[in-house]
């Protein structure tokens, strides 16, 4: 089963901020305490789980002006097809931090945004509690 979902979350930080840490590729594990390290060659991401596994990624675009990239997972899960974006958007009062995707696992009984979408929301909580200053 197919699936297109997201999450957001604001934050009360200047988009630019935010955009240092989102937008950098390597900078998922200060945010996401799911990932240990993070290598990039070239556009390739390798983020290494808690849990031992390896998961590769592959950035398709990126756009430092409108603060959004686009990267799909290549290796390390069992997805027939992925492709997600971050964005960041200023605000009144800060800025919004979108993560939007479209997953098909292998398995075509498995929702994945089911899966995916609370994991996402606790993501973005930490990026959130970063950014504000108010990580333990």
Do not use: K
Request: with cysteine; net charge negative.
């Amino acid at each position: 089963m197919g699936a297109d979902f997201g999450a957001e979350i604001d934050v009360a930080v200047p988009a630019a901020e935010a955009w240092a840490l989102v937008g950098d590729p390597c900078g998922v594990p200060q945010w996401y305490p799911l990932y240990l390290t993070c290598t990039l060659e070239g556009n390739v991401r390798t983020l290494a789980r808690a849990d031992g596994a390896l998961l590769v990624e592959e950035i398709l675009s990126r756009d430092d002006a409108a603060m959004t990239y686009t990267y799909a997972v290549t290796g390390g899960l069992p997805l027939a097809e992925h492709e997600a974006s971050f964005t960041v958007v200023p605000t009144d009062t800060g800025c919004r931090v979108a993560w939007q995707t479209h997953a098909v696992h292998e398995d075509p009984s498995i929702d994945m945004e089911e899966r995916l979408v609370d994991r996402q929301r606790e993501a973005l909580e930490g990026l959130r509690d970063v950014l504000e200053g108010r990580a333990s």
